[in-house]
């Protein structure tokens, strides 16, 4: 892995609608909030701008719409964990494509009080150290 040599941090919210469950009748709106974490592995120019008006369009995509309409997710149950997921893998594509950006976590939350989070690693609050499992499993006693 390249050396790290900066992050940046991106936050968004949109108001969607979705339903769990495959009820219709159980369709619900939330504000969703996310976060992007993403590393720097570069000292060359990104022009973060372009990669802002790429997020703030896919977000964009699904604000004021139910998600279940679109066709990522109507064989994919829209929970929060699996369109952290889905947004987690389409969003760190783009990011990789240049090899100097990479996104280190994803934090999508549909309520003030929880969210999910993905990366690729372990990411421990906003800073990135490179954790694997059985370290982490070492030093939370679960070995």
């Known amino acids: 892995m390249s050396e790290i040599r900066s992050l940046y941090k991106m936050s968004y919210k949109f108001n969607a609608a979705h339903y769990t469950g495959g009820n219709p009748e ?5 504000t ?6 993403i590393l720097r592995l570069s ?11 790429k997020v703030k369009a896919l977000v964009d995509h ?31 594509e783009m990011f990789k494509k240049d090899g100097i950006l990479k996104l280190a976590k994803l934090d999508l939350g ?13 990411v421990i609050g906003d800073v990135y150290r490179p954790i694997f499992r059985e370290r982490l499993l070492k030093i939370i006693g679960k070995e």
């Open 26 to 30: 159980n369709t619900h709106v939330h």
């Open 32 to 37: 969703f909030r996310l976060r992007l974490l």
């Open 43 to 53: 000292d060359e120019y990104v022009d973060f701008y372009d990669y802002e008006n």
């Open 62 to 92: 699904y604000r004021g719409n139910c998600i279940n309409d679109f066709e990522e997710f109507s064989r994919i149950n829209p929970t929060i964990e699996n369109m952290g997921i889905y947004l987690f893998n389409t969003l760190g």
């Open 110 to 122: 549909d309520s003030p009080t929880q969210s999910f989070s993905v990366s690729d690693t372990y």
